[in-house]
Every structure is written in C-alpha cells, then in structure tokens.
C-alpha cells in the first residue's frame, strides 16, 4: 500500500487539476430571421450586445429596445417577446489547457428552456429543462481559435400549445394571461420546466422569457475527475460525529489513485487528513471515507446556538489525474416530529432534539429576471428575515432552485429553508412518462447541489396541486367531463410527487424529511387540514374575505401560508409612476396590482374600510393598507405562537418583493422595510407577550422560545387616550422553556370598568431583567370609531456613531405612528410605532444626511393623526453648529 500511495502522489505532482474557462464573454443576440415578429421588430433581428448570465428582455432593454418592463404599464406591450424564437451566438479561442485535456466538456448551468445548442455548426444539444445543469462532451470539436457557439430559444409558449390545444380535454393551469398571448382555456405554463411565475402571478409581471440565466463554461479534464462530493452524517453527540464522505469519481478507464479527505473545524484549523487507495473502474464510482469528528460544534437555527461550519475537501491524486472539490457543512440533526395525538397528528421540525417553533415567512424570486439578483441582494434580504426574529423560510415552488448564494448565506445566518421542488399550481402531465423522468433528472442535479447545506430542513414537492385536485374543483371538473383521463391524471400525480420525487430525497437528500405536497397530509384523504399536516390558510384576503379576527378561529399544526396585502412605500411607488399617474384605480396603479388582475384595491379598500374608515387621498390608502397588513399579520403570528406546542410554526406570505406594487410582502423590492417588518420583529421576538382580543375577551399568553427557564412580569396598564391611569396590575412569573403559557383572560367590561371604549386603551408589557421586551396595545373597538386627542410630537436630534439619535415625545396615545424622510436615505433602527403619552421612545438613524436634511424632510403619519413634529432648541443649536461636512462624516454608514 505504501508504494501505491507514493507513486499517486508523485502522479500528483506531475498532474495538471482540470481546468474551468468561463464563456460570458463577447455574446450577441437576436430575433431570429424567421420569426414572424420581424415584421414589426426589424431592429432586434440585427446582433446586439447580450449579456451571459442574462435573458432576453434585459438584453433588449440595454440595447434600447424596449422600455423598462417595470416602469408605467409597459407589461402588454411586451409580450411578443414570449412569443418569439431569439439566437444567441459567440466566439471563442481554446488554448491548450483545454484542447490538450483528454476531455472537454460545455456546462450550462441554466438554459431558459426550449434551445438547440450548436458548436462550429454542429448540433450538440436540445434542451427542455431551464432548472437542470447540461453537460455536454465537445471531445474533438474544439479549434484553436474562432470557436463559435449559438444558442437557438424556442417561445415555450408556441412549441407547446399545439399540444394543449390538441388535448380532449385540458388540465387545469395557473393564471390565464390578459394579454393574448395563449388562450385562457390552453395555458402552457404547466407543461415547461421552466419558472411559472415567468407566465404572471397575482403578485408579478408576465414575462415569458429566455436566455442563459445562469453560468456557461468550457471544463477540461484528464484520466479522472470528482464530480461530486456528498457528506453523509450518521450519528452526531457531544462526544463524536460519525460522517461519511461519498465522493463520485468520473474515469475514463480503470485505474488506481490516491484519495484525501481534510476537515477543517469553524476554527480554520485543519484535522488530520485521511487517505486511501482506490480502484477506479471506467465510468462513475462512488467512493465511501469514514471521518470521525471529536467534540463536534454543531450548527443551530438562529436564536438556539452558533452556525458552526465545517470544511470537507476531497482531494484525488494518481498518473494522469488531479483534482479536488470541497463542501462547507453544518453538523446538526433534523426530524419532522409527527406525533400522534387525540386530535390529529403534529407537524414540527426538531433540530438536534430541540423543537423549534418555526417563525417566518415564505420567499418568492427576488426578480422577474433572475440573472439581475446578485449575492449583496441577498444578503440584504435574508440578514432583513433574521433581523425580524425569523428562523425559517419557505423557498416557494413556482419560482426557480435559489443560487447557491442563497444557502450559503442562509447557513451562515443560522435561517432553516423548507424547498419546494418547483411545481407551483395547477397540475403538471405528470401521467407522460417522459415528463415525469425530465422532472427525476432535474430533482437529482438540485438535490445534490443544495444537499450539503444544514439550513435545507425539508424537500417538498409541490405547492398547492393536492389542495387544488381535492379542494378547488379541479378534481371533479375532469372527473365530470371524463373520468378515465382525471384518473389517469391523478395517478400520475401519486406516482411524481407520491413515489418519484420521494424516491430520490431518499437516496440523495442525506436524510433529510420530504413532504410530497404543501399544504397536505402528505397524500392522506384531506390536502388542507387543521388537525394534520401544514396549512394555507386564505379566508381572510382570498375568499370569502372574512376579517383579520377569523385568523384566532384557525388554529393549525404548522399554518406555511397565509397573508394580507399592502402597498409598498410612496417612494418605491414613485420608481415606476409619476406623481400624476398615482391614483387608487389609475392605469399604471393597477398595472402594478396583479390581485383580482388590476382590481387587487377593491379587496384592499374593503379591508382599510372595515377597520380605519375612508382613506383621504393616495397617499392615505398606501398607508392604511399597511396597517391592515402590519396589524392584520401580527393577530395571526401571535394566536399561532400562543398555541404553541399545537401550532409549531407560523411563514406568513410573502417575505420579498419580485417587482415594484402592490404585495404580500413585508420587504418590497428595493429591500425597504413595510410597516409589516416591523411589527414582525416584535411578534416574533424570543419573548412575546400575546394579549389577543375577540368577541369582548381578551386572552392573554406568554410566550419563551428560551431553552432554559426566564424570571418575568408581565404588566397591564389601561389608559385613556390623553394618559389618564385607570387600571394597573402585575404579576411575577416564570416563563417555561420552549412553551406559550396563557396567564389571564379579560372581559371588556373588567377592564374598562365604565371607561369610554373609544378613548381608552390596554397596554399589556412583559419585563425581563428590568425592561420590556415585548408590548402590545388592545383597542375595544374599530379604529375609525376611536376619538382621538389632537396630537402633539416633540423631537430631538443629536449625533450618534454612524448617524443620529432621534427622540420622540407624544402628548397623547398614538397609534401607527409611521416616520418618513421622503427621498432622503435613512436606516430607522424602528418605526410604525406606538407613541404612549410622556414615555419617550429612542431611535437611532443610520445615515450620512445631514441633521438640518433630517429635521426639514422627516414627516409623520398615524392613524391618531399626522403632526409635524415640533423640534427642541438643542437639536436646532445642534444643526447650526455643525457643517454638512462634519454631519456627513459622522454619520457615514
């Protein structure tokens, strides 16, 4: 063995590693000549500038094409670029790092879908997937020079519809386009691999695109190669982890080599590295190292312990072959806990034998246009979601798998990730054998990319099919028009989402738990159950539009969906209209609210009137419909925490933003902060206190997602509007660990004891260690019913680090308080708040603006009224003696 190992390694050191060429450069794009659109688009059949990663609507936008697709209401006139066939060539030399390689191989991580791939005028490829990785061998069909590749784009949309249109009867789809584009009755969305949300949803733009959305690369390679590397945990204590390294080595004929395995801890300190001989046959062979970790630092959720991360390199060495390939790796365990009880059975997910009760939200993509979204996108919005107290986020099915960027800033900021595999409605032809084995191949190559990563907690199948088969109708309208094809399409779903998909989480996911449909029992009789399984819960918003209260009569095993809507900031608003086009029911407003196809405000005005009355102009609507989100949410989020260990997780709709308008979304797409943000920081704290008010009772709970045991006291105080003391009461207790504990329940009349109900308020506190760390305020009746004082805010601005201490006096209770610096660019470390009479509430502005910028451009909005504030002497001496150079150098972020 030892001769073996030396003449490897000498192997080793005469071998050159395989070789990577990236191919972004010097792309150019085209309407392809015979495209009937030519007609009307002679200017894109000429060669344009592209750009790889990218597709072909941003390439027609830099090129000037067309206008922005985001901006005004430029959707409709768009949609023949869906519809169109678009070439996409470019030139390159390959030196003789690769044409000297035994092997060479094209790699495209991302074709967006139907393509022919020819290199010097040979055909190499067809694609029909957007979401798999394509390798294609190009042994021999190399020149030195003047390579020259293209890429031919079919529409999806005209190389499928003649086989929907050519069905008896058709399946049920998505969102029917308003633009003519397909016919309502013939949607093709359902029959692409491709992301469904490109063909419209009730949140974003229809734009059917193509390109290569992600990277292209020339690979060069020798005698072998480590194609991938997979870490398999199989025991995990304090004192050991037992892992297996299985890595997958790719030969061109039998042979032996050396292979190296080196860990190396969160610390950056490598351990002992283990080698091995093996005897590699021709093709693929896996490869299995056992590796012992003593005293293993294992990865936590966030809010339960560290983000340990490990590094596992595999290393291969032998005569003609060098290579390597390492994964970054947390060591934790995950169960999905479905306990049996006299009620139904339980959904949670248990990490290293803690449960952990799941709070956050669900993600859609980040862009219409995916190539744009960068890792510093990400970040923003995912370190946003664990700002708010999330621990968990739910990758949605109809969007596309997220980059690898993704899960690696999602495991180092501690956030679990339930995967959809990428089914987001309707019902796929999952009965067509060849589908279903496009659809196998797919999960394999997403399986193994994502499956190293400790934040994925769970692969799911689908989003909403079995509830829309069972639930919506779909079942019984292909039933009633043909029984023996709703069978067979029914089948076809057991066996993909039943079988297939399972089959492969088993064998590539490293254990991780798979859930064949969301929401669902996982293919029992009943999809959206209460008592069983996760749920989407849509009664209030969808139909029958029941108001936020409903959400306390809904008390699930784990609620994945469920929302209200809101617009985003009039500053975002301003992006994509001017100020003459903002109008409640204006052409370009409802061009960017997809609900109700443009009638979304209807839905929103009944919810803002229900509770706050009439909103006054544009700018008022904008605002009450954040409220009837922000207040809305946290009703739900808090009823589900407090019925806790029932309830084991709460991922309201929708976390981001994948355009400028209107969303269920808590972050809009430049990242700012909705009043629902906000709020979602406090109702999913660590420690809440959840005083939840229905029907003239108000239940009051304690929540600790602590481990160990917390000293508190909970406070209530009830106050009439001007600061009046009317009642006060405490109480000393213990939070127990992990658990929601109810404390008191109130009836109005207790606590208003003959009080005004319009005038007076609850204030209900939790103290720990000497401050509050969770309050919440109950109204005893509607808000546009409730008289308020006339408000008065004093404010004062001092320099603080990397911006501006900013404090707020109330005269009186306010409520909704929202603080606004218009175009200005201002970080608040919190807003949309309540102002409670005397009690001075700190900020903290982050921003390099000047104080006198700040104090001119801040205004204030709440439902008690909208004052300017009225500044203090010391912030005005503050602003004339400091000078916008010394303000800004201050307060550089």
């Given at each position: 063995?030892?001769?073996?190992?030396?003449?490897?390694?000498?192997?080793?050191?005469q071998a050159a590693p395989p070789v990577s060429v990236p191919l972004h450069d010097g792309w150019e794009f085209r309407l392809a000549t015979d495209d009937p659109?030519?007609?009307?688009?002679?200017?894109?059949?000429?060669?344009?500038?592209?750009?790889?990663?990218?597709?072909?609507?941003?390439?027609?936008?830099?090129?000037?094409?067309?206008?922005?697709?985001?901006?005004?209401?430029?959707?409709?006139?768009?949609?023949?670029?869906?519809?169109?066939?678009?070439?996409?060539?470019?030139?390159?030399?390959?030196?003789?790092?690769?044409?000297?390689?035994?092997?060479?191989?094209?790699?495209?991580?991302?074709?967006?879908?139907?393509?022919?791939?020819?290199?010097?005028?040979?055909?190499?490829?067809?694609?029909?997937?957007?979401?798999?990785?394509?390798?294609?061998?190009?042994?021999?069909?190399?020149?030195?020079?003047?390579?020259?590749?293209?890429?031919?784009?079919?529409?999806?949309?005209?190389?499928?519809?003649?086989?929907?249109?050519?069905?008896?009867?058709?399946?049920?789809?998505?969102?029917?386009?308003?633009?003519?584009?397909?016919?309502?009755?013939?949607?093709?969305?359902?029959?692409?691999?491709?992301?469904?949300?490109?063909?419209?949803?009730?949140?974003?733009?229809?734009?059917?695109?193509?390109?290569?959305?992600?990277?292209?690369?020339?690979?060069?390679?020798?005698?072998?190669?480590?194609?991938?590397?997979?870490?398999?945990?199989?025991?995990?204590?304090?004192?050991?982890?037992?892992?297996?390294?299985?890595?997958?080595?790719?030969?061109?004929?039998?042979?032996?080599?050396?292979?190296?395995?080196?860990?190396?801890?969160?610390?950056?300190?490598?351990?002992?590295?283990?080698?091995?001989?093996?005897?590699?046959?021709?093709?693929?062979?896996?490869?299995?190292?056992?590796?012992?970790?003593?005293?293993?630092?294992?990865?936590?959720?966030?809010?339960?312990?560290?983000?340990?991360?490990?590094?596992?390199?595999?290393?291969?060495?032998?005569?003609?072959?060098?290579?390597?390939?390492?994964?970054?790796?947390?060591?934790?365990?995950?169960?999905?806990?479905?306990?049996?009880?006299?009620?139904?059975?339980?959904?949670?997910?248990?990490?290293?034998?803690?449960?952990?009760?799941?709070?956050?939200?669900?993600?859609?993509?980040?862009?219409?246009?995916?190539?744009?979204?960068?890792?510093?996108?990400?970040?923003?919005?995912?370190?946003?979601?664990?700002?708010?107290?999330?621990?968990?986020?739910?990758?949605?099915?109809?969007?596309?798998?997220?980059?690898?960027?993704?899960?690696?800033?999602?495991?180092?900021?501690?956030?679990?990730?339930?995967?959809?595999?990428?089914?987001?409605?309707?019902?796929?032809?999952?009965?067509?054998?060849?589908?279903?084995?496009?659809?196998?191949?797919?999960?394999?190559?997403?399986?193994?990319?994502?499956?190293?990563?400790?934040?994925?907690?769970?692969?799911?199948?689908?989003?909403?099919?079995?509830?829309?088969?069972?639930?919506?109708?779909?079942?019984?309208?292909?039933?009633?028009?043909?029984?023996?094809?709703?069978?067979?399409?029914?089948?076809?779903?057991?066996?993909?989402?039943?079988?297939?998909?399972?089959?492969?989480?088993?064998?590539?996911?490293?254990?991780?738990?798979?859930?064949?449909?969301?929401?669902?029992?996982?293919?029992?009789?009943?999809?959206?159950?209460?008592?069983?399984?996760?749920?989407?819960?849509?009664?209030?918003?969808?139909?029958?539009?029941?108001?936020?209260?409903?959400?306390?009569?809904?008390?699930?095993?784990?609620?994945?969906?469920?929302?209200?809507?809101?617009?985003?900031?009039?500053?975002?608003?301003?992006?994509?209209?001017?100020?003459?086009?903002?109008?409640?029911?204006?052409?370009?407003?409802?061009?960017?609210?997809?609900?109700l196809a443009g009638d979304g405000n209807q839905r929103l005005l009944l919810y803002i009137r229900r509770e706050y009355g009439e909103p006054r102009d544009f700018?008022?609507?904008?605002?009450?419909?954040?409220?009837?989100?922000?207040?809305?949410?946290?009703?739900?989020?808090?009823?589900?925490?407090?019925?806790?260990?029932?309830?084991?997780?709460?991922?309201?709709?929708?976390?981001?933003?994948?355009?400028?308008?209107?969303?269920?979304?808590?972050?809009?797409?430049?990242?700012?902060?909705?009043?629902?943000?906000?709020?979602?920081?406090?109702?999913?704290?660590?420690?809440?206190?959840?005083?939840?008010?229905?029907?003239?009772?108000?239940?009051?709970?304690?929540?600790?997602?602590?481990?160990?045991?917390?000293?508190?006291?909970?406070?209530?105080?009830?106050?009439?509007?001007?600061?009046?003391?009317?009642?006060?009461?405490?109480?000393?207790?213990?939070?127990?660990?992990?658990?929601?504990?109810?404390?008191?329940?109130?009836?109005?009349?207790?606590?208003?004891?003959?009080?005004?109900?319009?005038?007076?308020?609850?204030?209900?506190?939790?103290?720990?260690?000497?401050?509050?760390?969770?309050?919440?305020?109950?109204?005893?009746?509607?808000?546009?019913?409730?008289?308020?004082?006339?408000?008065?805010?004093?404010?004062?601005?001092?320099?603080?680090?990397d911006g501006y201490a900013l404090e707020l006096h109330a005269r009186s209770l306010m409520r909704g308080v929202w603080l606004d610096f218009g175009d200005r660019?201002?970080?608040?470390?919190?807003?949309?708040?309540?102002?409670?009479?005397?009690?001075?509430?700190?900020?903290?502005?982050?921003?390099?603006?000047?104080?006198?910028?700040?104090?001119?451009?801040?205004?204030?909005?709440?439902?008690?009224?909208?004052?300017?504030?009225?500044?203090?002497?010391?912030?005005?001496?503050?602003?004339?003696?400091?000078?916008?150079?010394?303000?800004?150098?201050?307060?550089?972020?």
């Amino acid at each position: 063995m030892a001769v073996l190992l030396l003449g490897a390694w000498i192997g080793f050191a005469q071998a050159a590693p395989p070789v990577s060429v990236p191919l972004h450069d010097g792309w150019e794009f085209r309407l392809a000549t015979d495209d009937p659109a030519i007609t009307k688009q002679a200017e894109a059949a000429r060669w344009h500038a592209a750009r790889v990663p990218g597709n072909v609507h941003t390439d027609l936008l830099a090129a000037g094409l067309i206008r922005d697709p985001y901006v005004g209401a430029a959707e409709a006139e768009l949609q023949w670029i869906g519809l169109s066939r678009w070439e996409y060539r470019t030139r390159f030399d390959a030196g003789a790092d690769v044409r000297k390689r035994a092997h060479a191989v094209l790699v495209f991580e991302g074709v967006d879908t139907f393509a022919d791939i020819w290199l010097n005028g040979e055909r190499l490829a067809t694609t029909d997937n957007s979401f798999r990785t394509w390798r294609i061998p190009v042994d021999g069909k190399l020149r030195k020079r003047g390579n020259e590749l293209i890429v031919v784009f079919d529409s999806p949309i005209r190389r499928l519809l003649p086989r929907v249109q050519a069905m008896p009867h058709k399946i049920a789809g998505n969102y029917p386009s308003p633009y003519g584009d397909e016919p309502k009755d013939a949607m093709t969305g359902n029959f692409a691999r491709k992301p469904g949300y490109h063909y419209g949803w009730d949140w974003g733009p229809r734009y059917v695109t193509a390109g290569l959305w992600r990277p292209v690369r020339l690979e060069g390679w020798d005698a072998a190669r480590i194609a991938d590397l997979q870490v398999v945990q199989h025991t995990l204590n304090a004192e050991r982890a037992d892992v297996g390294a299985r890595v997958r080595i790719e030969s061109d004929k039998a042979r032996t080599a050396s292979l190296e395995i080196v860990v190396t801890a969160p610390d950056g300190k490598p351990l002992p590295a283990i080698r091995q001989d093996v005897t590699l046959r021709s093709g693929e062979n896996d490869v299995d190292v056992s590796v012992q970790i003593a005293q293993p630092r294992r990865w936590w959720p966030v809010g339960y312990g560290e983000q340990a991360l490990y590094t596992v390199e595999a290393r291969l060495a032998g005569r003609g072959s060098q290579d390597s390939l390492r994964k970054r790796i947390g060591l934790r365990t995950v169960e999905l806990r479905r306990d049996k009880d006299e009620k139904g059975q339980g959904f949670a997910f248990v990490i290293n034998g803690v449960p952990i009760f799941a709070k956050g939200a669900n993600v859609i993509p980040f862009d219409a246009f995916p190539a744009r979204v960068t890792r510093e996108r990400l970040r923003r919005d995912l370190t946003a979601a664990r700002d708010a107290n999330m621990n968990m986020l739910r990758n949605w099915g109809g969007g596309y798998y997220e980059s690898d960027d993704f899960f690696d800033i999602a495991d180092e900021l501690g956030l679990l990730i339930w995967q959809d595999f990428m089914f987001g409605g309707g019902m796929p032809p999952a009965f067509d054998p060849e589908f279903r084995a496009n659809v196998v191949a797919e999960a394999r190559d997403n399986v193994r990319r994502i499956r190293h990563h400790p934040s994925v907690v769970l692969w799911c199948g689908n989003n909403e099919e079995e509830t829309a088969w069972k639930d919506w109708g779909h079942s019984k309208t292909l039933t009633d028009a043909d029984p023996a094809f709703a069978k067979t399409v029914w089948e076809g779903y057991v066996q993909l989402f039943g079988r297939d998909l399972r089959q492969v989480v088993a064998e590539e996911g490293g254990g991780i738990p798979y859930w064949s449909s969301s929401p669902s029992n996982d293919l029992d009789e009943k999809a959206n159950d209460t008592d069983r399984g996760d749920k989407h819960y849509w009664e209030v918003w969808g139909n029958p539009a029941r108001p936020p209260e409903a959400y306390l009569d809904v008390t699930p095993r784990f609620m994945s969906e469920y929302g209200l809507q809101a617009w985003p900031s009039l500053r975002t608003v301003d992006t994509f209209a001017k100020p003459g086009e903002q109008g409640i029911d204006a052409p370009v407003i409802r061009a960017h609210q997809k609900f109700l196809a443009g009638d979304g405000n209807q839905r929103l005005l009944l919810y803002i009137r229900r509770e706050y009355g009439e909103p006054r102009d544009f700018a008022d609507f904008v605002y009450l419909s954040q409220q009837v989100q922000a207040e809305g949410i946290e009703l739900a989020a808090l009823h589900h925490r407090a019925s806790r260990p029932r309830t084991m997780g709460s991922l309201y709709w929708q976390l981001n933003d994948v355009w400028p308008g209107a969303s269920w979304s808590s972050l809009d797409y430049y990242g700012r902060w909705k009043p629902l943000h906000f709020h979602a920081r406090r109702f999913f704290a660590p420690l809440a206190i959840a005083p939840l008010r229905k029907d003239g009772k108000t239940r009051v709970s304690l929540i600790s997602d602590r481990t160990t045991p917390v000293e508190a006291e909970w406070r209530l105080r009830v106050l009439d509007f001007g600061g009046r003391l009317l009642r006060e009461k405490r109480k000393q207790v213990t939070l127990q660990p992990l658990g929601a504990q109810q404390e008191a329940v109130f009836t109005d009349k207790e606590l208003l004891r003959g009080a005004d109900p319009r005038r007076t308020a609850a204030v209900f506190e939790l103290w720990v260690e000497g401050r509050a760390v969770s309050r919440r305020v109950v109204y005893f009746r509607p808000a546009k019913t409730l008289i308020w004082p006339r408000p008065t805010v004093r404010a004062s601005l001092r320099p603080d680090g990397d911006g501006y201490a900013l404090e707020l006096h109330a005269r009186s209770l306010m409520r909704g308080v929202w603080l606004d610096f218009g175009d200005r660019d201002v970080g608040l470390s919190d807003n949309t708040l309540t102002l409670l009479p005397g009690e001075p509430v700190h900020l903290h502005l982050r921003t390099a603006e000047t104080p006198d910028a700040l104090t001119r451009a801040l205004r204030l909005r709440s439902l008690s009224g909208s004052p300017d504030p009225v500044w203090e002497a010391s912030t005005q001496a503050a602003v004339s003696d400091m000078t916008p150079s010394e303000s800004a150098e201050s307060a550089s972020p």
